[in-house]
């Protein structure tokens, strides 16, 4: 354990020992003095008293997305009459890691599943109690799956997505269903690919390599995929940052081909001929929700929390005004436009979201390796 | 002489104690805690002396991601500044934007010393406000002008019609960034160097003049070489936050906008590959601490204080 470690684990040692002290030794003394509860059983949470919703300070702290603090995301939690959330913001999962590290207070986050191993291994994360949300039971299975490490239900995931390609059909034809069109020559000039490592993922499968072994490439294969995406990356017009711009570049026609997200074809596809492809190759996607802190002073109100979040009405706002998927499986898709439901698939999420239609985001433990090899990729594009 | 009492006694050093200390305790405090020892902090991070910040960290001491970092032909690149490593790309972007900002500054800053009279300070403040705005905005706003769709490309292909097409080094190019660049940093290369010309003694001048030196021999020979301070300082203040830019040529560079400083930003985000990306960031800081050794040198800095 690093000197750091040490240090943290000392500022975050006061509210453990004021917890252990109630659950061990002054439990007896607590209980005669107050209401307890205690949870856990059968959901495979381990039994810990907890002091009752009512006696939390319910000053709930949420580290979100910027936009996930509307109220209607957590319309359900606010009727209740819960004090409202105190928001602060994230830019990417990579950034509240670092946070996390030093100190930052929150209760509940928001990362990709991916990440969830990274939380664990810092021991900064505890289990849901998936009794105390009632909304669990309708979420998609094949998606809670992945929230789900070693038994214990990290995350509920709660929204979802794909990072496929978007062509414009005035300049590409899309009956190629493939990845490849963000490494064509016919789009040379007019490609964007996001400013991922992913890219390498894609270039991978591209050539052949299997969608689910591309998160585990050993080294000749991602040196074969990193020495592709060079080769194609004369043909690269941008490699974005910001969405919005990426949809003003297909718009304009400066993008033919693009890495794209389900909402940039929800926004552009009214303006201009679009297709969002889910490639033969297998879509890649990205599925992310709610994780809880392990030293949160407000475990009940943050299950309240979650449980709004995994609400249906809450899963028709989502994929209706940001064409972004939900895990609630009980959402009425009549209200919603039929070609966002055929095209991302909706009326099937469980079939459509398993291997192999689609490879949902994953745990890499040598980030570092992608990430160095994307570096030599952009790296490689002169300025 | 009184006058010789007077100036003895303002040369005479201010006399230690605890009032001095006073003064200085806190600046002195702020700067050893909020730099000094996180650069530290950074620079024993780099080799493992510090770990468990990120998952991937190294957790013994190690000289793992200074060696990496050093023999990558991709970061590093050798020893050969016209190589394709990123440090020296940045290096060759800092040293063309500090140039040609010195270039377009030196004649705003002459002009508003020498020639503008009364109304210098008035210019002075002119040419800075609009540097009070934010510095994302002023670069995105160049987005406006420079993109295919922009004002200029628009203008010369749509309206006057002497382009059949945008063009194509305008924007999402090496141009695009040094443009921007230098277009953000001139204002800061003008102000030291018009403090400079401001303090260089008018009877100087005249004397060239009455010794019969024409105007350009007068600023060759007078102007120019006492200006030097803060043409130097000019340079500094571009050239060293430029080799760590990233937002800027990210914005308006296009894919090829990726710079030494993207790849320490990178290492901190996508791959949580921080201890690698310490050993860069403090290598930028030894170059930094390097080339302000070498420039202090030739550098006055109550010259360019005013």
């Given at each position: 354990m690093g000197q750091f470690d040490a240090v943290l684990n000392k500022t975050t040692t006061r509210r453990t020992f004021l917890r252990s002290m109630a659950v061990a030794g002054g439990a007896g003394v607590l209980a005669a003095c107050r209401k307890t509860e205690t949870t856990g059983p059968g959901t495979g949470v381990s039994s810990i008293t907890r002091p009752p919703i009512t006696e939390e300070t319910g000053e709930l702290l949420v580290h979100e997305w910027a936009g996930y603090e509307s109220k209607w995301?957590?319309?359900?939690?606010?009727?209740?009459?819960?004090?409202?959330?105190?928001?602060?913001?994230?830019?990417?999962?990579?950034g509240v890691i670092a946070k996390t590290q030093g100190g930052f207070p929150w209760d509940i986050t928001h990362p990709e599943v991916g990440y969830i191993q990274d939380y664990v291994n810092m021991g900064v994360l505890q289990e849901w109690d998936t009794s105390l949300i009632a909304n669990f039971a309708r979420l998609n299975p094949v998606l809670e799956a992945t929230g789900n490490i070693d038994g214990k239900q990290y995350e509920i995931v709660t929204d979802w997505?794909?990072?496929?390609?978007?062509?414009?059909?005035?300049?590409?034809?899309?009956?190629?269903?493939?990845?490849?069109?963000?490494f064509s020559d016919e789009a040379a000039g007019h490609i964007g690919w996001f400013d991922t490592p992913w890219i390498l993922q894609m270039a991978a499968m591209t050539l052949g390599v299997p969608a689910d072994e591309a998160f585990f490439m050993d080294d000749a294969t991602l040196t074969e995929a990193k020495d592709f995406a060079i080769s194609k990356a004369s043909g690269v017009y941008t490699i974005w940052v910001d969405f919005t711009q990426m949809w003003d570049d297909v718009r304009q026609g400066n993008l033919w081909a693009t890495y794209a997200w389900p909402d940039a074809f929800v926004v552009l596809k009214e303006e201009v001929p679009v297709a969002y492809l889910l490639?033969?190759?297998?879509?890649?996607?990205?599925?992310?929700?709610?994780?809880?802190?392990?030293?949160?002073?407000?475990?009940?109100?943050?299950?309240?929390?979650?449980?709004?979040?995994a609400s249906v009405t809450t899963g028709e706002k989502l994929i209706g005004l940001?064409?972004?998927g939900h895990s609630n499986l009980d959402v009425d898709l009549s209200e919603i436009d039929p070609e966002v439901v055929e095209?991302?698939?909706?009326?099937?999420?469980?079939?459509?979201?398993?291997?192999?239609?689609?490879?949902?985001?994953?745990y890499q433990p040598d980030r570092d390796r992608y990430n160095r090899a994307w570096d030599e990729v952009k790296a490689s594009i002169g300025a | 002489m009184a006058t010789t009492g007077l100036t003895s006694r303002r040369r005479r050093r201010p006399s230690g104690g605890a009032s001095s200390w006073g003064i200085v305790a806190a600046p002195l405090t702020w700067v050893i805690v909020f730099f000094v020892t996180p650069v530290i902090m950074i620079a024993i991070y780099s080799v493992g002396g510090i770990s468990g910040l990120s998952p991937n960290d190294i957790e013994e001491w190690t000289i793992t991601p200074w060696k990496d970092f050093t023999t990558s032909p991709v970061y590093m690149g050798g020893l050969n500044p016209l190589g394709s490593g990123l440090f020296w790309k940045s290096i060759r972007m800092s040293t063309i934007v500090s140039f040609t900002s010195l270039v377009l500054a030196y004649p705003i800053a002459y002009l508003l010393a020498m020639l503008a009279g009364k109304r210098k300070y008035t210019l002075l403040l002119i040419i800075i406000v609009p540097f009070l705005t934010s510095y994302l905005l002023r670069v995105l706003a160049w987005r406006v002008l420079l993109n295919p769709q922009g004002v200029i490309n628009t203008f010369l292909v749509d309206t006057v019609g002497i382009l059949n097409g945008p063009i194509p080094w305008l924007f999402n190019s090496s141009f695009s960034i040094y443009l921007v660049l230098s277009y953000v940093w001139v204002p800061f290369v003008a102000l030291p160097i018009f403090v400079t010309l401001e303090g260089i003694d008018e009877h100087l001048l005249e004397a060239s003049s009455d010794l019969g030196a024409s105007r350009w021999k007068i600023f060759r020979t007078v102007t120019l070489p006492l200006s030097m301070p803060g043409v130097i300082a000019g340079f500094i203040f571009v050239f060293i936050?430029?080799?760590?830019e990233f937002i800027t040529p990210q914005l308006v560079g296009g894919p090829g906008g990726f710079m030494f400083g993207s790849a320490?930003?990178?290492a901190f985000s996508f791959g949580l590959d921080w201890q690698f990306g310490s050993a860069?960031?403090?290598?930028?800081?030894?170059?930094v601490a390097i080339l302000l050794a070498i420039f202090g040198r030739y550098l006055n800095v109550r010259s360019v204080a005013g």
């Open positions: 995301i957590w319309k359900d939690y606010r009727d209740k009459g819960y004090p409202d959330p105190t928001y602060s913001f994230l830019t990417n999962t990579e997505g794909y990072s496929c390609p978007l062509i414009r059909t005035d300049k590409l034809d899309p009956s190629i269903n493939s990845y490849s069109h963000l490639p033969d190759e297998g879509a890649l996607s990205w599925a992310e929700g709610l994780v809880l802190r392990s030293d949160t002073e407000n475990y009940y109100h943050a299950h309240e929390y979650a449980d709004a979040w940001w064409g972004y095209v991302f698939g909706l009326d099937d999420p469980e079939t459509n979201l398993s291997e192999p239609n689609s490879y949902i985001d994953r | 936050p430029t080799i760590g320490i930003q990178s860069m960031a403090m290598f930028l800081v030894f170059t």
